[in-house]
C-alpha cells in the first residue's frame, strides 16, 4: 500500500486557538462509524491539526492543558479509525505533543491509556499482509518515548502478543538503522520485565543483539549502545545467561570489551564499554557465567584493562564494575587454618548435650569445618515468573519488624515465682548492710570490708635476671615477661592452687586437672621483669638480642613530667635513634604512670596477673596493660575516608591471582603449631605474639614484603565470633608502611567504614613518657572477602564470605614493639587491680565492701561490690536510713570483645569512691551493687563475645545454669533474693559497647512503645505506663556529651528476650531496666561530634551516669510534674510513625549512611538484586520498573543505593 507522508496544510493568519478547538470538535464528531466511513475528512482534520502543532508551540499546549479533553479525543480517534493515514496523522501529532513538556504529557497519555492503544494498533497494523515501515517505525518511537513511563508496559505487551512483532522486526531489519534504532529502544523496556527477558530469549533476542554489537564497529554508536543495553537486561535473567555461555558469549563479549577499550582513545563510548560490561556482570551472576569468564581469561583482561583505566577519574564506573565481576569471579579460598573451631579448648565438666559445645566438638575427626563441599550452591533456581520487584524489600522490613515482641503477656512486667526464697536465702550474705546495725562499730575507717583480692598477703616479687638464660631472652623478644622455659603454649599447664577465694555455700567445686609445677613456672616467669644484671645485660648485647625495647637513656630521666623510674633492663641494639645515647648503665626506664593513673601500679598489676587464669596458661604480660594507658590530651578526629581506598586494596588482592609469583605466602605465627611462636630470624619479617591476657591472634602470614593476613582466633569452645583483636608486633622497620588484613571478620559492616582507627601501642613512646594507646592506621576499610565461610559457622547458610578489616601502619622506632588492638584494651588483671586500689581509696565516709559472687568456669572469681555511704551514726534513725537506701544495681563486660563497657564502669567507680560533694551525696542517696566484670574468663582468653561454655552469657538470663553460667546465674539470683525481700533496686544497667553505632545510648524496655512499634491493637486500658523509664537517658542526654537521646530505644525484641536488661525488668519488675551501650567509634553529635571516642571519654561517661542518678533521685523524691510533662511531651514527639516502610532507629542495628563505595559485592547466585550497582544512573535511567524501593536513606551519589541492608543484628 502506498502511503503519502502527512500532508502539511497552510492556512496561515487564521487566529489558531479557535482553529485547535474547532479541529478537535470536528475529530470528536467523527469519532465511531463516522471515522471509518468518511477517512477522507479524517485525514484532513488531523492533517490539518498536526500543521498547527508542528507550526505553534501554544497549540500543543492548549491541546494538553488541564481541564480539556484534547488526548482523550485524539486517542479515541486513533482507535477507532481503520484509516492508515489518517493513524499516521495522529501518531505524529502524539510524537510533537509528546516531545515537549518534560514528562508530565507523558504521563497524561500513559494514564489516558495511550500505551495501550498503541499496543492494540501495532498489533493490527502486523497482522496486514505488508505492514507499513513508516507506521512501524512511528509505533515503535512513540512506545520507546512513553514506555519508560509506563510500568505495566511489558506486561501488556507480552500479553498481547506484541513482543515477538518487535524482535521479528528487528530481525528482519538489521541493516535498516533508522527503523532498528527505535525497536531496539522499546526491546531494551520490554526486558527490563524478567519474564519478557526470558520469552525474548526463546524468542533468539540475544543472539540478534550479538549480531548488531559484533564484530566491533564504530557505526552507529547510538545504535549500538541501545543494543547492549538491552543485551544488559536480557542477561539478568539467569537462563538466558546460562543460553549466552552456552553460545560462547562470554570470550565474544570480552574482545568486544577490549576492542572497545583499545579504539575509544577519547573516551566517547564509555557508555558501550560500560554496558558490555553490565553484560559480562549478569552473565556472571551464574556459575556457568563465572565459569566460563574464568576460562576466557576474564580476570587478566579485566585486571589489565582496568588498571589502564586507573588514571582517568570519568573511567570510574568501569573500573568499578570490572573490580566488581572479578570479585564475584575471584575463586572462593579456604580459611588458612585446619579448624575454625578455637584454638584452644576448654574442656566442660558440665556440657550439656544439646549445648553449643557439644555440637561443636560432636563432629566426626574427618569433617572440614573450614568450607563446604558444596558451598556454591548452584543456580538450580528458575527465574522467576513473578513480577512485583519490591517483594524482597518488603520481607526485609518484616522480619525487622518480627523481631519486635508481639505477645502481650511477655510484655507485661511479671514477677513470676522464680524460686523458693529459702533457697534465695544463702544470697543474705551479699547484703550484710542490710541488716547491719553497726553497734560494734567504732566509726572510724577500715573495717566491713572483707576484701577478698586483698585477703592473700601474696609477696610481690622483686624480681632478678640471675634465673634467666640468654636463650630465653632471645626468643621471647618482646613481651614484659618470658615463658617458662620449654613449651610456652601446649605443655605445662598452670594451675595456681585452687583460689582461696571461696564462698561457703557457692563455691563450685571443680576437679582442675592442673599442676602445681606451673605455679612455680609462673612465678619464675616473673623473674623476668626483671632489674637485670650488668652481666646479662652485657651478654644481650654481644648476642643482639632483641628484646631490647628500650631506649637507652640516662637514669633517672624525666620526660613530659612523668618520673621515670628502672625497673628492667633491656639488651640489644641500641641504636635506636636516641640522640647521644650511651651504652653505658642502659636500661629499661619505665615511666612510673602511677603518677598519673592513681590507680595503676605496676608492681600490683604483676601480681595480680599471678591469680588471673587463662585457658591457655598465659604467662607473658603484655606491655601496655603492665604499663598503663594515659589518656593522650589531644582529640582524635574520625578519620576520613579517601575516595577509592576499597578498590585500591581490593585490586591489590586481585594481584594476588594474577602475579602469584609475587606472594610470599609465608606463615610467620601460628598458634596452631606447637612450635608457635615461628621465630622469624632472617629480619626479613615481622614478629607476632599474642599469648597474653585478652591476645587474640591465631595466625599470620606474611603476603608481600609489607602486607600480613591476619587470622583471629574464635572464641573459646566456639567457631566464630571474630572481631575482638589484641596482638604485639616487633621486628619492625622504620619507614616503611606495613598493610594488615584481618581476614576472617563476619559482621556484614563495621564502624572501620566510617571513621574509625584501630588502636595502637609503642613501646618505645611509652618509655619515652607516652604511654598510651592512639588511634592509628591509613587506608582503612572493611569489605566481604574471598574466604568461604563454612556453613557450620553461620547456622546452615551456604556460600557466605568472611570480611576482610584492613589497615596500614608505619612504625617511627627502630626495635619497638607495638601493640595493636580493636579497642582500648582492659584485662581481668586490670579489673583486679583498680579494685584493689580503690579500696584502699576508702575513707571513712565511704561503705565500700568487695566479696566475690563465685567463681567462674576457669577459675577466676567474679567480684562483687557495694557501695555506699557510711550511716552517720550508729543511731537508730542514722543505721535505718542507711538500709533503707534504693538500691542501684550495674553490671557490665558481660561481652568480652566490648572492653569500653569496662572503662566506663572504671568511670563510674572512680566518682562513686571520689571525694567530690557529689559523689558524697550520691553514696548517701544509694546503695550501689555492682558487678563490674560479669565474664572474666572470656576477657582473660581474648573472646569477643562468649564464656567458655562457648555461650553468649547476655542470652542466658532467662534460664541460666549454675555451673555453666555461674556469674549470670548468680546476679540474677541476687536480683531475685532483692526482689523477694521487696528492695527490687530501682535502676538496673548492664553496660556494654556497641560497634555499629556512634555515640552512648541506652536500651531500656517499655510496653507502650513496644506496642506501638509492633502494630499490634492493644486496648488502651493496658497503656497505662509510668514514663519513668525515660527519665535517666533523658537526664544522659543533657549532662552526658558522648551521649544521644536519639539512639535510645525502649522496645522489647523477641531475640532479646532472654537479656539482661529484659529479663530484669520483665521478672524482677524493675522498670528502669537498662542496657548502656558505648560506642567503639566516636560521635556524630553533641561536643565531641566528629571525634573518635578515647577512655578519657568513656569514664567521664561513667561519673556523669553517676551524676545522672543524683538527679533522678531529686526528682523522683520531689515528684516534679513539671519534669513529668516534659517527658510526656519528649515522649509525643519521638512517637513512631506508623511502620508502613521500615522501622525507624528503633530495630536498626546501624543508622550510617550509605557507602562510599558499595561494599557487598555478592557472588551469591540467591543475591542478584541485593547486588550493590556501584553506577547509579546512566543507562538504567530510563528503564522502567527499576526496583529501587528500599526506604529513604541519606544516599551517596557515588553509590547509589550502595550495600545497605535492613538486617536485624543483636549485638547487646
Ligand atoms: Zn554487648
Known amino acids: 500500500m502506498k502511503m503519502n507522508k502527512p500532508k502539511m496544510a497552510s492556512e ?206 564504530k557505526k552507529n554508536t547510538s545504535l549500538l549502545k541501545v543494543a547492549v543495553d538491552a543485551l544488559a537486561a536480557l542477561l539478568k535473567s539467569k537462563t538466558n545467561a546460562r543460553r549466552a555461555v552456552e553460545a560462547r558469549c562470554v570470550s565474544t563479549l570480552l574482545t568486544l570489551y577490549m576492542d572497545w577499550h583499545r579504539n575509544d582513545t577519547w573516551h566517547r563510548h564509555t557508555a558501550i564499554r560500560k554496558g558490555l560490561l553490565g553484560c559480562l556482570r549478569n552473565i556472571t551472576n551464574t556459575k556457568l557465567g563465572r565459569k566460563s569468564f574464568t576460562e576466557a581469561d576474564g580476570m587478566r583482561i579485566l585486571y589489565n584493562s582496568s588498571s589502564e583505566c586507573l588514571t582517568v577519574r570519568t573511567l570510574d564506573p568501569l573500573v568499578n564494575t570490572s573490580s566488581l ?140 635476671a640471675q634465673a634467666l638464660s640468654t636463650n630465653d631472652v632471645t626468643t621471647q623478644t618482646s613481651s614484659v615477661l618470658c615463658p617458662p622455659p620449654k613449651d610456652p603454649h601446649y605443655s605445662t599447664p598452670a594451675p595456681l592452687p585452687p583460689p582461696a577465694l571461696q564462698l561457703d555455700t557457692l563455691r563450685f567445686s571443680k576437679e582442675r586437672n592442673k599442676r602445681e609445677e606451673v605455679a ?196 573459646i569452645n566456639s567457631n566464630h565470633h571474630h572481631q575482638w583483636f589484641y596482638f604485639e608486633v616487633s621486628g619492625m622497620r622504620v619507614g616503611a608502611t606495613y598493610r594488615f588484613n584481618i581476614i576472617n571478620c563476619e559482621k556484614s559492616n563495621s564502624q572501620f567504614n566510617y571513621g574509625m582507627q584501630v588502636l595502637m601501642y609503642s613501646v618505645q613512646e611509652a618509655i619515652s613518657g607516652r604511654p598510651r594507646w592512639v588511634r592509628t592506621g591509613a587506608d582503612i576499610c572493611y569489605y566481604k572477602n574471598h574466604f568461604a565461610r563454612s556453613s557450620i559457622a553461620t547456622g546452615g547458610q551456604k556460600g557466605k564470605s568472611y570480611y576482610t578489616m584492613t589497615f596500614s601502619s608505619s612504625f617511627s622506632h627502630k626495635d619497638d614493639v607495638c601493640y595493636f588492638a580493636y579497642h582500648y584494651p582492659y584485662t581481668y588483671s ?31 572469681s567474679c567480684p562483687l561490690l557495694t557501695i555506699t555511704a557510711m550511716p552517720e551514726s550508729n543511731s537508730n534513725d542514722h543505721v535505718c536510713q542507711f538500709r533503707n537506701r534504693p538500691l542501684i544495681f550495674l553490671s557490665a563486660r558481660v561481652h568480652p570483645g566490648e572492653t569500653n563497657a569496662s572503662w566506663v564502669m572504671k568511670g563510674t567507680l572512680e566518682f562513686l569512691m571520689s571525694a567530690s560533694p557529689l559523689a558524697a551525696s550520691l553514696r548517701e542517696a544509694y546503695i550501689f551493687k555492682i558487678v563490674p566484670m560479669l565474664n572474666p574468663d572470656g576477657v582473660v582468653n581474648g573472646n569477643h563475645r562468649c564464656s567458655l561454655s562457648g555461650e553468649d552469657l547476655n542470652r542466658q538470663w532467662q534460664n541460666p545454669n549454675a555451673e555453666l553460667h555461674p556469674t549470670i546465674y548468680h546476679t540474677k539470683s541476687l536480683l531475685q533474693y532483692l526482689a523477694h525481700t521487696q528492695r527490687a533496686p530501682l535502676v538496673f544497667c548492664d553496660y556494654h559497647g556497641h560497634s555499629r553505632k556512634k555515640n552512648v545510648f541506652m536500651y531500656g524496655c517499655s510496653l507502650k512503645e513496644t506496642i506501638w512499634q509492633s502494630s499490634i491493637s492493644a486496648a488502651s486500658s493496658e497503656l497505662h505506663e509510668d514514663l519513668g523509664y525515660r527519665a535517666l537517658p533523658k537526664i544522659l542526654s543533657q549532662i552526658a556529651p558522648a551521649f544521644s537521646m536519639a539512639s535510645c530505644s525502649f522496645v522489647v525484641e523477641r531475640s532479646k528476650e532472654s537479656t539482661a536488661r529484659v529479663v530484669v525488668w ?52 520531689l515528684h516534679n510534674h513539671q519534669h513529668l510533662l516534659d517527658l510526656e511531651s519528649d515522649l509525643i514527639g519521638t512517637q513512631p510513625k506508623v511502620v508502613s516502610s521500615c522501622p525507624t532507629t528503633y530495630v536498626m542495628d546501624e543508622d550510617e549512611p550509605s557507602f562510599l563505595e558499595a561494599v557487598d559485592y555478592s557472588a551469591e547466585s540467591n543475591d542478584e538484586d541485593g547486588e550493590a550497582d556501584n553506577e547509579a544512573g546512566a543507562g538504567s535511567r530510563e528503564i522502567p520498573e527499576t526496583p529501587d524501593l528500599r526506604p529513604e536513606r541519606p544516599s551517596d551519589p557515588e553509590s547509589g543505593h550502595g550495600a545497605w541492608k535492613c538486617g536485624p543484628v543483636a549485638s547487646q
Not at 486557538?17 to 466511513?37: F, P
Not at 642502659?586 to 598519673?596: I, N, R
Open 12 to 217: 496561515k493568519g487564521v487566529p489558531s486557538t479557535s482553529k485547535v478547538q474547532i479541529l478537535l470538535a470536528q475529530l470528536e464528531k467523527m469519532t465511531g462509524d463516522s471515522m471509518v466511513r468518511d477517512p477522507e475528512t479524517s485525514r484532513q482534520i488531523t492533517s490539518k491539526l498536526l500543521h498547527l502543532i508542528q507550526t505553534q508551540e501554544k497549540t500543543g499546549k492548549e491541546v494538553m492543558s488541564k481541564g480539556t479533553s484534547g488526548m482523550e479525543v485524539i486517542l479515541s480517534s486513533l482507535e477507532s479509525t481503520r484509516d492508515a493515514q489518517t493513524i499516521l496523522n495522529i501518531l505524529c501529532i502524539l510524537s510533537e505533543l509528546l516531545t515537549l513538556g518534560k514528562g508530565r504529557r507523558v504521563g497524561v497519555f500513559v494514564s489516558k491509556g495511550g500505551t495501550g492503544v498503541l499496543l492494540r494498533i501495532l498489533i493490527s497494523t502486523s497482522k496486514e499482509f505488508h505492514p507499513s515501515e513508516e507506521l512501524m517505525l512511528q509505533l515503535h518511537s512513540l512506545l520507546a518515548k512513553v514506555g519508560p513511563k509506563d510500568r505495566k508496559l511489558g506486561v501488556k505487551a507480552r500479553l498481547s502478543g506484541a513482543l515477538n512483532i518487535t524482535i521479528n522486526l528487528i530481525k528482519k531489519n538489521l541493516q535498516n538503522v533508522k527503523l532498528l534504532l527505535p525497536c531496539l529502544q522499546v526491546l531494551r523496556v520490554y526486558s527490563s520485565n524478567m519474564v519478557n527477558a526470558i520469552s525474548l530469549g526463546k524468542s533468539g533476542a540475544i543472539e540478534i543483539m550479538f549480531k548488531i554489537l559484533a564484530p566491533y564497529s
Open 325 to 464: 565481576i572479578m570479585r564475584k569471579c575471584f575463586p572462593k579460598n579456604r580459611l588458612p587454618l585446619p579448624t575454625i573451631k578455637s584454638a584452644f579448648h576448654y574442656q566442660l565438666d558440665h556440657a550439656l548435650a544439646s549445648g553449643p559445645v557439644a555440637q561443636l566438638y560432636s563432629q566426626p575427626p574427618g569433617v572440614d569445618d573450614v568450607v563446604d563441599d558444596s558451598d556454591d550452591n548452584e543456580d538450580t533456581e528458575a527465574d522467576t515468573e513473578n513480577d512485583t520487584e519490591n517483594e524482597e524489600d518488603e520481607k526485609d522490613c518484616r522480619s525487622l519488624n518480627d523481631d519486635i515482641e508481639k505477645d502481650i503477656n511477655k510484655l507485661h512486667p511479671q514477677k513470676s515465682p522464680t524460686r523458693p526464697f529459702e533457697e534465695l536465702r544463702v544470697y543474705e550474705r551479699f547484703f550484710v548492710e542490710l541488716s547491719e546495725d553497726f553497734q560494734d562499730y567504732t566509726f572510724d575507717c577500715s573495717t566491713t570490708s572483707s576484701s577478698s583480692l586483698a585477703r592473700t598477703p601474696r609477696t610481690v616479687l622483686v624480681p632478678t
Open 520 to 715: 612455680q613456672d609462673l612465678s619464675h616467669a616473673l623473674e623476668c621483669v626483671a632489674l637485670k644484671s650488668e652481666d646479662s645485660l652485657n651478654m644481650d648485647k654481644q648476642k643482639g638480642s632483641p628484646i631490647s625495647t628500650q631506649k637507652v637513656a640516662h637514669s633517672p630521666l624525666l620526660l613530659e613530667g612523668i618520673a621515670i623510674r628502672c625497673l628492667a633492663g633491656g639488651g640489644g641494639g641500641s641504636d635506636c635513634g636516641s640522640e647521644g645515647a650511651e651504652d653505658e648503665g642502659a636500661v629499661l626506664e619505665v615511666p612510673d604512670t602511677a603518677q598519673l593513673l592513681p590507680l595503676h601500679d605496676l608492681d600490683l598489676y604483676v601480681d595480680m596477673v599471678k591469680g588471673t587464669h587463662s585457658v591457655p596458661q598465659y604467662t607473658e604480660v603484655a606491655y601496655p596493660d603492665y604499663f598503663g594507658h594515659v589518656a593522650p590530651t589531644f582529640r582524635e578526629p574520625l578519620l576520613e575516608r579517601l575516595y577509592g581506598v576499597q578498590r585500591s586494596k581490593i585490586f591489590q588482592d586481585i594481584e594476588r591471582l594474577i602475579h602469584p609469583n609475587d606472594i610470599l605466602d609465608k606463615i610467620v605465627y601460628d598458634l596452631d603449631i606447637a612450635s608457635c611462636p615461628v621465630i622469624e630470624s632472617d629480619g626479613e619479617s615481622l614478629k607476632f605474639n599474642s599469648q597474653f591476657e585478652s591476645g587474640n591472634l591465631r595466625k599470620a602470614i606474611q603476603i608481600r614484603k609489607y602486607e600480613y593476613d591476619l587470622v583471629l582466633n574464635s572464641d
Open 830 to 860: 586490670s579489673l583486679k587491680m583498680h579494685l584493689s586500689k580503690l579500696e584502699a581509696m576508702r575513707t571513712p565516709e565511704i561503705y565500700m565492701r568487695q566479696d566475690v559472687l563465685c567463681e567462674t568456669l576457669g577459675g577466676n
Open 1066 to 1117: 520483665r521478672e524482677i519488675g524493675v522498670q528502669r531496666s537498662y542496657t548502656m551501650e558505648s560506642t567503639v567509634c566516636g560521635c556524630d553529635q553533641g561536643k565531641y561530634k566528629g571525634y573518635q571516642i578515647g577512655t578519657r571519654e568513656l569514664e567521664e561517661m561513667g561519673a556523669q551516669f553517676c551524676v545522672a542518678l543524683l538527679r533522678l533521685k531529686r526528682m523522683t523524691g
